[in-house]
T-cell receptor
Framework: DAGVIQSPRHEVTEMGQEVTLRCKPI?????LFWYRQTMMRGLELLIY????????DSGMPEDRFSAKMPNASFSTLKIQPSEPRDSAVYFC?????????????FGPGTRLTVL | GENVEQHPSTLSVQEGDSAVIKCTYS??????FPWYKQELGKRPQLIID?????GEKKDQRIAVTLNKTAKHFSLHITETQPEDSAVYFC????????????FGTGTRLQVTL
């Protein structure tokens, strides 16, 4: 398995532009997580899905952020409009919670820079 | 909700020495405690985890201990090597929040020669 796939790996955009980050979870995993990592705030959970349904979006900073999971193999995180303070590394992770293992596997991340 | 505190924020040890990182959690219902290692510019990766029905778990040079009564757990790295230099995150999960992990703020470990 290729692991969790994220695209793009790097994104540089100007303030006000729409940004879409993409994630393909590990095949067979039914939980998907979006995290944001910055030096100041550490690793923050933004939203997570279970069986394609959003379970907890309390970490989404504001209405400019939205996430979708139209099927088991694809999710997007959209920021519209983007602002400089959104600059961070965004990680997607997936897992298959069971009685034996709950390991979350992280993707390589998308480094977003908003100018 | 769950709150996880992690100490110290930075730790410098000499090669061959031991390193200990400590975390506390607030929710007594938490039952799963993983530790992640993140090297510079890389993704977090699981290195060891422990469940609430176990007090200690070892994997070569790495061990994790859990004290449910005190609600704290610790990562122990023995015979540290330069490649252990990274940021380490603890996390906690409880059955009430399904898959959701709450992460600590991270410890930057530097192993010096």
């Amino acid at each position: 398995d290729a692991g969790v796939i994220q695209s793009p790996r790097h994104e540089v955009t100007e303030m006000g532009q729409e940004v879409t980050l993409r994630c393909k979870p590990i095949s067979g995993h039914n939980s998907l997580f979006w995290y944001r990592q910055t030096m100041m705030r550490g690793l923050e959970l933004l939203i997570y899905f279970n069986n394609n349904v959003p379970i907890d979006d309390s970490g989404m900073p504001e209405d400019r952020f939205s996430a979708k999971m139209p099927n088991a193999s694809f999710s997007t995180l959209k920021i519209q409009p983007s602002e400089p303070r959104d600059s961070a590394v965004y990680f997607c992770a997936s897992s298959f919670p069971s009685g034996r293992t709950d390991t979350q596997y992280f993707g390589p991340g998308t480094r977003l820079t908003v100018l | 909700g769950e709150n996880v505190e992690q100490h110290p924020s930075t730790l410098s040890v000499q090669e061959g020495d031991s390193a200990v990182i400590k975390c506390t959690y607030s929710d007594s219902a938490s039952n799963y405690f993983p530790w992640y290692k993140q090297e510079l510019g890389k993704r977090p990766q699981l290195i060891i985890d422990i469940r609430s029905n176990v007090g200690e778990k070892k994997d070569q040079r790495i061990a994790v201990t859990l004290n449910k009564t005190a609600k704290h757990f610790s990562l122990h790295i023995t015979e540290t090597q330069p490649e252990d230099s990274a940021v380490y995150f603890c996390a906690a999960r409880n059955t009430g929040t399904a898959s959701k992990l709450t992460f600590g703020t991270g410890t930057r470990l530097q192993v010096t020669l």
